[in-house]
């Protein structure tokens, strides 16, 4: 298809104005119609063209730019899609949960909108200042759409929390590009990593990429920064949760693939000079957050809290990507982001899902839940099991690429075997093994105990067809991941090489 | 042969499993006959592969999986002499134990259809492990049995079943994964040669082949602390008495019956054919876990009280034989280790069955407060004596060609080493094997009809638990009268073996 017809200097970004249209009209509509399904068609809509456009362009192999500022590459589109996989998820529930009933529907759909208009935005970008814009609009809309759940403490507390820590996150990232331009007189990433290359690594350049790596860590919770995740992912609209925890977290880890891999690994000189502290340091922080993670999550009562600290987890178990630095590797990361998606979006979902129909969010409530709502609990285990990597769900597939990535350094010269990050993978496996403990002790619950009430459960249809869109994608890309993989391979090789 | 028999051997276990899972409401009761059809269809395929050994080659199958720029996977199964009997023993096992927890009240009062759901499950798993020559797909179908396991513990187990499904699931688990890394660094080692990530069996082996011992041991140490925890072996074995003790009868039988083997299958299958130089330098350690889980196993059983755990260190002992057998990397060693997996799959699934039913008929498995059963149920005492005769290795029963020969063949190569003095681990087993038999038949079946419990409700055997029983004490029987019904398919698969070996 010629899109270039259509969108004219726009096509790189027509995804991306779709939904910036949307989200800036979703209020008028809103306010004429005075409708909240009116409004949720109307957002939902939005979102399948958005990404309707993006999936023919991927598909299509499209490439281009607009203004020279936004790029549309393969490895761009695959972000885009994520993305918009997410708010898919998000919107198609929003309408029938509970917990959005006093929301003001119009500026809701319209933060949704906007924060992914950001995200997207983060993916196209290659230079340091567009992807800060980007992380911005984000982070406001977001700040924004997880208070919205007014008179409740615990959103508010959440918000709070969340606005205050995103603030020093941005005030430290901007700290880190000032001294980077200072030092290079550019902020595109490409003719930073070129003119480092030949003024070589300063100390004050390993003072940027530290406050750029804390800032960015704030928005993947990678511990120690992730403070501020469990609380606000338990005190947020579970359909927020949902957009926060795989959306946000990946955009985060998008920025770290998009600055750092570019800088070390297609730079030729400076991966020399600055590559194995830099792939040292990730090493570190991603053991220390799958570890954490995991560890803390086992303390937990409170079901949205176990899943935020299982993402802390999984975000660390993703950032092997950037200890390893290889091909492969980036590939498996895509990969594992989008069954991420599919995985934890779902187990979010149920427990949206549940509160709709007015089951509390401890892990005690979900007792002889596999006899109230059989559906509803066969899901989450499947979910949780393949967040904890047993086949043959898509977790483990994601997982088993992911892993061996570390292993061996797979690039279009060949592939050798490396035994540098060994230890990675067994505190990584370990981690999992952990992991297992407590998504087995919510499946427990829900199957082996039993519950006060054995009344049947009803849910919305919303939640029912979105957690089925989920639970096809857990198990069919665990036995056929090829159709995602693909891409993310195809992908990887664009953001690396191109 | 252009018939997928392999595939057929996973697929319609799969699809039982699937027709009993929705098979909820009023119609839970009538799961047990779609379960029993399916297995008796497994069973009947499995027999067919197995009078037709001419054409093992010929069947075995393979299709592209995943396919990546670094990566390639395929689904491939085979079947040789070594895995044959495997899977002939899983088909076996699962339809005996849909006949026998026919009328199981521990199985029939909570949703049954979950039961054959999950014993189908496991089928589908199990089939895959003993038939796969592909790594991933090794991996996958070895996790896959966890699942069922672990729920069939959790749900249809005693009262410490929730520590004990766990318990189990993250042990095996975690062994499973530092397998995976194992495997991981043999793929990437191929890698270096062929180009690509390829995990089957078959290219790996050749690249690992010319590998340095250095690289071969490390691996090898990986890979077998995964399958050592699932033998389990003797200093990982505490998951096993828990899990068993827990686990209802069917879900004992298929554990020690042929989950366990999947340990052995695994050192023999991959440790050794991909790994012969690891084999080599990892010898006396091998040979030392076997030894220390026999005498172990052994010495332990004595002091147990419950009926069941008994019987589970029994196991611990009996896979120590197969773990020594292994260790002497001779053929005869191989062969009757391989023999060994296979006959104790047969006896340890009656000795299950007889423990349960000592459960649900009399009330309790602690055998102090038993005594005199043969009176009160002759035909239950006839079938665990004949069990416990044939597990402590009796001749004419196939035990005794499990035991005897891993032991000559042990003496073989301590002959050749000048270590006779080990073989007093060996006497020392047999001695406390026969004894804790004897003693604990004589504190359950004979003396005075025991006054502590209340022996009124306690009935024999019934007509299921009959049927299965008998064909597993048939088979023993007939595999004890005629070795070589048995032999004739591990013989041809070690002299191959032995061939790989001779690297050394």
Known sequence: MDFTSIFGDYTAIAPMIILLIGALVAPGVHLLGKKRTATWGFALAVVIVSMVINVLMLVDGWTGSTLGMVYYTDYSGLMMLLFQIVLFLAVVVSNAS???????????????????????????????????????????SSYAAVSMKRNDARAAEAAVKYVIIGGMSTALTLYGISMLYGLTGTTNIAAIAATTSITGISFVFGIALVAMIAGYGFKIAAVPFHMWAPDVYEGAATPVSLFLATGSKKMGLSVFFQIFLIMFVSGTACAKIAGPEV?????IIAAVTMTVGNIVAIAQNNIKRMLAYSSIAQAGYILIVMAVMSEYALSAGLFHMFTHVFMKGGAFLVVGALICAGIGEKISDYRGLAKRAPFMAAAMMLFLFSLAGIPP????????????STMGVGTAAGISLESQWIWLAFVAILNSAISLYYYARVVKTMYVDTGESAERIKVPAAFTVAIAICLVAVVVLGVYPQLIFDLCETASHALLFA | MDFPILSLLILVPMIGAVLTLVMGGGRQKSAKYVAAAFSAVTLVLALFVLFNSDSFSSMSESYEWIKTDFVSISFSLAVDGLSILMVFLTALLVFLVVVFSAEAEEVETDRPNYFHTLLLAMEVGLMGVYMASDYFLFYVMWEVTLIPMYFMISWYGGPRRHYAAIKFFIYTHVASLVMLIGIFAMGFKAAEVTGVVDFSFASIATVMHGVEEGFQALVFALLFFGFAVKMPAVPFHTWLPDAHTEAPTGGSVLLAGVMLKMGSYGIIRICLEALPLGASYWQWVIIAIGLVSIVYGAYACIAQKDLKKMVAFSSISHMGMVMLGIGCLSDAGITFAVFQMFAHGLITAILFMVCGMTGHKVGTREIPLLGGLAGKMPVYATFMMFAFMASLGLPGLVGFWGEFPVIFAFYEFIVANDMLWLLLFCMLSLMLTAGYYLWAMQRTLFGPETTKIDLSHAHDVSKTEFAAMAVLCVLVAFFGMWPDAALQFIEPYTDGLIDILGVI
């Open chain 1, 393 to 404: 769900l898509a977790g483990f597939t994601s997982k088993f690429f992911l892993f061996s």
């Open chain 1, 98 to 140: 509970v917990e959005t009933t006093r929301f003001n529907v119009g500026a809701y759909y319209a933060l949704l909108m906007a924060a992914s208009t950001g995200m997207m935005f983060v993916a196209g970008s290659q230079d340091l200042m567009m992807i800060f814009v980007g992380v911005e609009l984000t982070s406001i």
């Open chain 1, 279 to 283: 792939q040292y340091l990730f090493a």
